[in-house]
Nanobody
């Protein structure tokens, strides 16, 4: 089993920044993809950003140029740097990793962008 622990969410004003972290632990073989999703109230869970083990990234159009995903393979940790935050970025953010082709999910961390 792989466990994920997220941190870094909170309340921030529009235009502000937050950095989310997610560390995987447990019976890890070799994590390939690491990603962040988000889910706003009453909406589906959508992909925000994904990063491969080699560092290739892909972003949702709504966050391109504002968010940056990165990872530390030795620490099994993925980060999401969020800048120029907007009220529409308000959601529960979930990290997910793939190990031996099986997905694992974190418990989610709330991000609220409001003045």
């Amino acid at each position: 089993q792989v466990q994920l622990v997220e941190s870094g969410g909170g309340l921030v004003q529009p235009g502000g920044s937050l950095r989310l972290s997610c560390r995987a632990s447990g019976s890890i073989f070799s994590i390939t993809l690491m990603a962040w999703y988000r889910q706003a109230p009453g909406k589906s869970r959508d992909l925000v950003a994904v990063i491969s083990r080699g560092g290739s990234t892909n972003y949702a159009d709504s966050v391109k140029g504002r968010f940056t995903i990165s990872r530390e393979n030795a620490e099994n940790t993925v980060y999401l740097q969020m800048n120029s935050l907007k009220p529409e970025d308000t959601a529960v953010y979930y990290c997910t990793v793939s190990d031996l082709g099986r997905p694992y999910w974190g418990q989610g961390t709330q991000v609220t962008v409001s003045s």
